[in-house]
């Protein structure tokens, strides 16, 4: 008998919050910092929330990238990913209520292994399909301007 995959799981995480600016934040065994710089009055202890939004995009672009290419049977080697955001302040400074304050984000990906351009954008076009952080950007209306390059 075949043992069926669950299509639906809970994701949990809990944060302790010290203050106004720094979670501890713990999921399974781990636990990460969210904190703003000195110049928001925080302590600089992690990145803070926009900051690690963008690089859970980032982190999910690698996995969600690596197994779109074993899927393929693409050698992407490893990646190098850069992301870059236009971000509107106005609603974290409370200044009025802002519809999308992940305005743009370039989000460059170079590839070392030894893929092709060709390759290289089916693998991208399939993880336009599955990374599950940048269908959450572009379904609140970020646009994402995405670039798959090998490193040569």
């Known amino acids: ?11 949990s995480i809990d944060a302790t919050c010290h ?6 934040v713990r999921t399974r065994d781990l636990v990460q910092i969210i904190d703003e710089p000195v110049e928001r ?3 600089n202890l992690g990145f803070t929330p926009t900051d690690t939004a963008l690089s859970a995009l980032a982190g999910c672009t690698n996995t969600i ?9 693409v050698d992407i080697g490893n990646l190098n990913i850069s992301v870059k955001c236009r971000f509107n302040r ?14 743009e984000i370039d989000l460059v990906v170079v590839a070392d292994g030894s893929a092709t351009d060709d390759e290289l954008q089916a ?4 993880v ?3 990374c599950p ?6 379904g609140s209306g970020t646009v994402i301007n995405e670039t798959w390059r090998t490193a040569g």
């Open 1 to 11: 008998m075949a043992i069926k995959m669950k299509t639906s799981v809970t994701l």
């Open 90 to 103: 106005l609603g974290v400074t409370l200044a009025e209520e802002i519809e999308v304050p992940f305005e």
């Open 41 to 43: 009055h925080g302590t």
């Open 133 to 138: 952080l940048a269908k959450l950007f572009r």
């Open 65 to 73: 990238g690596h197994k779109c290419a074993a899927k393929l049977g």
């Open 19 to 24: 203050g106004h600016s720094v979670a501890q």
């Open 123 to 126: 693998v991208a076009a399939e």
């Open 128 to 130: 336009a399909k599955f």
